[in-house]
T-cell receptor
Framework: EAQVTQNPRYLITVTGKKLTVTCSQN?????MSWYRQDPGLGLRQIYY???????DKGDVPEGYKVSRKEKRNFPLILESPSPNQTSLYFC?????????????FGPGTRLTVL | GENVEQHPSTLSVQEGDSAVIKCTYS??????FPWYKQELGKGPQLIID?????GEKKDQRIAVTLNKTAKHFSLHITETQPEDSAVYFC???????????FGTGTRLLVSP
């Protein structure tokens, strides 16, 4: 089944404790992206990747890192999480970075930083 | 940069009624406008999209209209059903690479 998977689905952590949220897609997609969803703010892009070893900042990149060493994986790293990073995170992928290619979203990771 | 505004934030209708969600965008260079549906506990899923060279697009009970001059686009759902209950997001994409800017979402509740 074609899908985007994220792990973990739920995570409670404390301020400053490094964490990684994994994202993997099995559709051989070139483009991958991370979003955060907050009430009243919709979905905001954190980082995106056009292909392996090619990443760039989205609208809200502060406090996050990403890497794209393999085509299928695009982990999101919070090196020193803070409470304002408490949010619902989505990974997405599409076949290419061209406009009007459908983005496929993962199921989401709900992160709470105490 | 691009800014997308979406209204209303919540919408309650009776089963069988129509529902309309409206979005406005700020950047006239945007040329792709998708709509995503997010069911409880799931990620958003594309339901319909429209490009700037088209004024209207329909797919069964859903349709999207685009007014480039006024820079607004709308989602129309006819004969609503309880399974249409979800959060709907509009988005606009700038030319070139795929950078979607999302609206703030509309929670649609369809009562039987």
């Amino acid at each position: 089944e074609a899908q985007v998977t994220q792990n973990p689905r739920y995570l409670i952590t404390v301020t400053g404790k490094k964490l990684t949220v994994t994202c993997s897609q099995n559709m051989n997609h070139e483009y991958m992206s991370w979003y955060r969803q907050d009430p009243g703010l919709g979905l905001r892009q954190i980082y995106y990747s056009m292909n392996v070893e090619v990443t760039d900042k989205g609208d809200v990149p502060e406090g996050y890192k990403v890497s794209r060493k393999e085509k299928r994986n695009f982990p999101l790293i919070l090196e020193s999480p803070s409470p304002n990073q408490t949010s619902l995170y989505f990974c997405a992928s599409s076949s290419s970075g061209a406009v009007n290619n459908e983005q496929f979203f993962g199921p989401g990771t709900r992160l709470t930083v105490l | 940069g691009e800014n997308v505004e979406q209204h209303p934030s919540t919408l309650s209708v009776q089963e069988g009624d129509s529902a309309v969600i409206k979005c406005t965008y700020s950047d006239s260079a945007s040329n792709y406008f998708p709509w995503y549906k997010q069911e409880l506990g799931k990620g958003p899923q594309l339901i319909i999209d429209i490009r700037s060279n088209v004024g209207e697009k329909k797919d069964q009970r859903i349709a999207v209209t685009l007014n480039k001059t006024a820079k607004h686009f709308s989602l129309h759902i006819t004969e609503t059903q309880p399974e249409d209950s979800a959060v709907y997001f509009c988005a606009a994409s700038l030319t070139g690479f795929q950078k979607l800017v999302f609206g703030t979402g509309t929670r649609l509740l369809v009562s039987p």
